[in-house]
């Protein structure tokens, strides 16, 4: 069942936000050279917010958004145009005003991974002062 407020085809982007977001976007041009007619703009969204939600590859975006080039393209084109900074901006507007946000906290999230060359490895340390314990062994 969909929400109410909200479009079957495209439940991650309710209507209310998508008529908000849609304003912003660069208006799609023709190849001159003809060939097959672009994907609606909503359609390419809802792909980029799908792999944006599943960490998946561009190429395994399914087919029900369109292609994974014309959605990464589309993303490309879009991040440049300042399409996502406004987007980021508007929703977080959008669900302060439905469900209200508290703006005294803020997350930050990271990620660390081992680096694919193994980096250079550390340099050997001098002590600073004669370690004066005797060792327990002995």
Request: charged residues 25%; aromatic residues 10%; proline residues 9%.
């Given at each position: 069942m969909v929400p109410l407020g909200m479009d079957a085809k495209y439940n991650d982007l309710p209507d209310g936000l998508w008529e908000l977001i849609r304003v912003w976007i660069p208006p799609q041009r023709r190849s001159p050279k003809g060939g097959q007619r672009p994907i609606e703009d909503r359609r390419a969204m809802a792909g980029i917010i799908y792999r944006l939600r599943t960490g998946c590859r561009w190429d395994a975006i399914p087919a029900e958004f369109g292609s994974g080039s014309t959605c990464y393209r589309r993303s490309k084109e879009w991040r440049q145009a300042g399409v996502f900074a406004m987007?980021?901006?508007?929703?977080?507007?959008?669900?302060?005003?439905?469900?209200?946000?508290?703006?005294?906290?803020?997350?930050?999230?990271?990620?660390?991974?081992?680096?694919?060359?193994?980096?250079?490895?550390?340099?050997?340390?001098?002590?600073?002062?004669?370690n004066s314990a005797q060792n327990a062994t002995s």
């Open positions: 987007a980021h901006e508007l929703t977080l507007r959008y669900y302060d005003r439905k469900v209200g946000l508290d703006w005294k906290w803020t997350s930050l999230d990271s990620a660390s991974v081992k680096a694919p060359k193994g980096g250079t490895s550390p340099a050997p340390t001098r002590p600073l002062v004669q």
